[in-house]
């Protein structure tokens, strides 16, 4: 199986700046669709970002001219790139993923990153 590994957050003044990134943990056919998602404490989990396997995006409008995601195919990661960051993006952010992992396979497995914490001081 295949693990998707987060790494990047950390905590940042209002108005700086992180770049997320998701790895799958072995080599894999491809990444599909894949997006972000964050959670706050005592808040739903909200879809922030999300790329198609076309490479088209969406955005939640919270985020929209701040945030944006793309990926490296050959390096089979996913990054979400957040400037003018402020306090209220503050949230656990998990990345989601269908993997095919078998070349010439038609199906595709969804997976979750541990989570990644990214605090912002207002």
């Known amino acids: 199986q295949v693990q998707l590994v987060e790494s990047g957050g950390g905590l940042v003044q209002a108005g700086g700046s992180l770049r997320l990134s998701c790895v799958a943990s072995?080599?894999?056919?491809?990444?599909?669709?894949a997006g972000w998602y964050r959670q706050a404490p005592g808040r739903q989990r909200e879809l922030v970002a999300a790329?198609?396997?076309?490479?088209?995006?969406n955005y939640a409008d919270a985020v929209k001219g701040r945030f944006t995601i793309f990926r490296d195919n050959a390096a089979n990661t996913v990054y979400l790139q957040m400037n003018s960051l402020k306090f209220e993006d503050t949230a656990v952010y998990y990345c989601?993923?269908?993997?095919?992992?078998?070349?010439?396979?038609?199906?595709?497995?969804?997976?979750w990153g541990q989570g990644t914490q990214v605090t912002v001081s207002s």
């Open positions: 989601n993923a269908d993997i095919q992992i078998i070349r010439y396979s038609r199906s595709t497995h969804n997976y």
């Open positions: 790329i198609s396997t076309s490479g088209s995006t």
């Open positions: 072995r080599t894999i056919a491809s990444i599909n669709a």
